[in-house]
């Protein structure tokens, strides 16, 4: 099996700039591409700011953060991509978009290098016969923010040959996550069962059954999750969920993968969470306060 070295990552958004941080920390040498400077700008920002995060906090040598540095570099260029051992797209979920890259490093990289989406609910095998190597794609969808949780959903499609399976497994420990195997149906594992969850949350503050506030923390004091739903939500970005649950709505047609109307109308009027600073919560202002009386939601918000 060929040794994977060196990786590319296309798309430097919140899960791209993730992923190359967490590829250049594991000491691979990364190249992030995106469309354009300024994007590549913030994804390098956020990168700097969470390697010094973790240095602060110690989880991570100073040299190390260095070294991580040094093995990333940042370019517009679909070219500089064409001698990486693996690529890995996290680009907006948008199959058209997604495969006309795909034709493009397809005919760029030579046969062996692996293709890998972080697709959160499109079809792997729809990317795959996309390109004239269908055996060497893969699914490797990881989880916000990236260099802190451990899960890796390594997806075989139909045409995946066990070789590239066997490495993109291998590839995700030595990213030193935890790789679960996933088959190639939209949502993968985590997805199908969070997005129904996080849908049904929004509902119930539609509904009015109770405040913003209380609805978060009756799931992280009631089932101990780290956060509660609506700041996941507004954690993930009400726009991703929103195009997630329709790509979801479109593969199975079941009502609780469509999202409901507040949602919808969040973001259309530009509430997109916590990236432009408003969603369920307001990030204005420090602590971030809910925005049940802009929403319009029906119980009075207490805090
Ligand atoms: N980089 C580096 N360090 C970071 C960081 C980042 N991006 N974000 C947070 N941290 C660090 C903080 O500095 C802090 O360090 P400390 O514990 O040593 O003090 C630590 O992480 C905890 O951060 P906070 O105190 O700010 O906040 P929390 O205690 O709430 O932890 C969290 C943050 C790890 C994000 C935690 O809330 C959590 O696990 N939330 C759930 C996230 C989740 O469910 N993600 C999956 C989303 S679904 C998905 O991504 C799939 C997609 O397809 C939709």
Redesign the pocket.
Known sequence: MPEIKKVGVLGCGL?GS?IAQTAATAGFTTVARDVGAPLLEKGRG?IL???G??V????LEASARDAASGRLSFTTDLDALRDCDIIIEAVTEDLELKNRLWKELDQLCPGQTIFASNT??LTIAAMAAATSRPDRFVGL?????????PLVEVVRTVTTSQETFDQAYAFARDLGKEPVTATDSPGFI??LL?VPYLLDAARALEHGVATTVDLDRAMQLGCG???GPLT?LD??GLD??VR?SEIMFDAYREPRYAAPPLLQRMVVAGFHGRKNGKGFYDYSVDPAVPSDLALGTSVKSER
Not at 56 to 59: A, D, L, Q, Y
Not at 141 to 149: A, G, I, T
């Open positions: 899960m993730g956020g700011k969470s390697l995060r973790l602060e906090k110690g989880k959160s609910s969808h990881f989880f916000n923010p990236v260099p802190l949780m985590v997805n969070l999750h780290p956060m996941l954690y993930i991703t969920v997630i």
